[in-house]
T-cell receptor, first 114, second 114 residues
Framework: SAVISQKPSRDICQRGTSLTIQCQVD?????MFWYRQQPGQSLTLIAT?????????ESGFVIDKFPISRPNLTFSTLTVSNMSPEDSSIYLC???????????FGDGTRLSIL | AQTVTQSQPEMSVQEAETVTLSCTYD???????LFWYKQPPSRQMILVIR??????QNATENRFSVNFQKAAKSFSLKISDSQLGDTAMYFC???????????FGQGTRLTINP
């Protein structure tokens, strides 16, 4: 299975700033995804990161707030823009190697906004 | 839209006991996948077990097995000979065949006591 590395593992940010989270996979993958996990909650899909084109966002998530890049088959970034305390969550990257196979996850980024 | 429900927010058992976590889901599709993921305090989402809906045989991975009841839309996880390292949040997830999005349940916090 693919090994997925996320950076940073955690950060504390000031209100109104932006943070970019990186996700690196050790092999080429078919699809990459970004999830949010609010405190004590389950995972919610933010968007599917598409290689070479705009990400596909789920209802309730917009590109201006969560811009996503995927320049190649092994790397993606998620930016959390103009952060507020409500954005305090764990953000997880996942990757799919082959259609029909399980998604594998990175270790997540714990983000706290003061 | 598909939904996944885990009705047990928390469970606690003694080491070496057997524990069963419940999951029900709602879908009108016939072909799909079901998963159990484990999330220890380290945050990483770890795949525990996977079931294809077209397979009648219940999936098994060492101490972990499922009871898949397609007609009842039920997918429970049984952990035998529980160990302290099994302490974690457990999430049930659904994936429609052909669509890569994972839909997660609310999670069950499982504590294994020494």
């Amino acid at each position: 299975s693919a090994v997925i590395s996320q950076k940073p593992s955690r950060d504390i940010c000031q209100r109104g700033t932006s943070l970019t989270i990186q996700c690196q996979v050790d092999s080429q993958v078919t699809m990459m995804f970004w999830y949010r996990q609010q405190p004590g909650q389950s995972l919610t899909l933010i968007a599917t990161a598409n290689q070479g084109s705009e990400a596909t966002y789920e209802s309730g998530f917009v590109i201006d707030k969560f811009p996503i890049s995927r320049p190649n088959l092994t790397f993606s970034t998620l930016t959390v823009s103009n952060m507020s305390p409500e954005d305090s969550s764990i953000y997880l990257c996942s990757a799919l190697t082959t259609y029909g196979e399980p998604q594998h996850f990175g270790d997540g980024t714990r983000l706290s906004i003061l | 839209a598909q939904t996944v429900t885990q009705s047990q927010p928390e469970m606690s058992v003694q080491e070496a006991e057997t524990v069963t976590l419940s999951c029900t889901y709602d879908t009108s599709e016939n072909n799909y996948y079901l998963f159990w993921y484990k999330q220890p305090p380290s945050r990483q989402m770890i795949l525990v077990i996977r079931q294809e809906a077209y397979k009648q045989q219940n999936a098994t991975e060492n101490r972990f097995s499922v009871n898949f009841q397609k007609a009842a839309k039920s997918f429970s996880l049984k952990i035998s000979d529980s160990q302290l390292g099994d302490t974690a949040m457990y999430f049930c997830a659904y994936q429609q065949q052909g669509a890569q999005k994972l839909v997660f349940g609310q999670g069950t916090r499982l504590t294994i006591n020494p």
